[in-house]
């Protein structure tokens, strides 16, 4: 590990270039699309996602929350918005909770490939931001109530990914 570190370091002093996003939203636009099931769980994950994207510079004019009604209706409306080119970043926030049926592993999985799907065609960074867990009490963790909230995360994910793709891009943007 060590050794590894060490030739990280002298790969950057040989002159090798390193492009990394930074925690700045100022100039930003961020959407974020949010399903409306599990909402209490969901408002906490929002909630979070929120503080850190106007903490870390985002003017509140420059966010817009769409709300769906649930993960599934989420890859259609972030396609939509995608499409227009409007916004730096796009986040998606979901909570799926398993229940006695299979209904469970299809949204996840389905959600997961249309969100998948959108971002690999769009020059929009999207955060996929979905809690799938075996129980209430695994989500209620990790949406905050507890624990870390997941919403916090995922939106610093959007502010280091706008900024890099600014970056890539050759500018600002």
Known sequence: ?????????????KGIRHLKGEYLARGKKFCVIVS??????????????LDTLVRHG?????????HVPGAFEIPLTL???ALKKKFHAILTIAVVIRGETRHFDQVVSESARGVREVSQHSDVPVIFG???AISVSQA?????????????EWALAAIEMASLMGKLRGGAR
């Open 58 to 66: 985002a003017r509140e004019r420059d966010i817009q929350v769409v």
């Open 1 to 13: 590990m060590l050794r590894s570190m060490r030739n990280i370091k002298n790969a950057t002093k």
């Open 79 to 81: 396609k939509k918005l």
């Open 130 to 132: 979905m809690i799938p």
């Open 36 to 49: 409306q099931f599990n909402e209490l769980l969901t408002h906490r994950l929002l909630d979070g996602a």
């Open 140 to 152: 209620i963790r990790r949406a905050g109530i507890k624990q870390t909230n997941k919403g916090r």
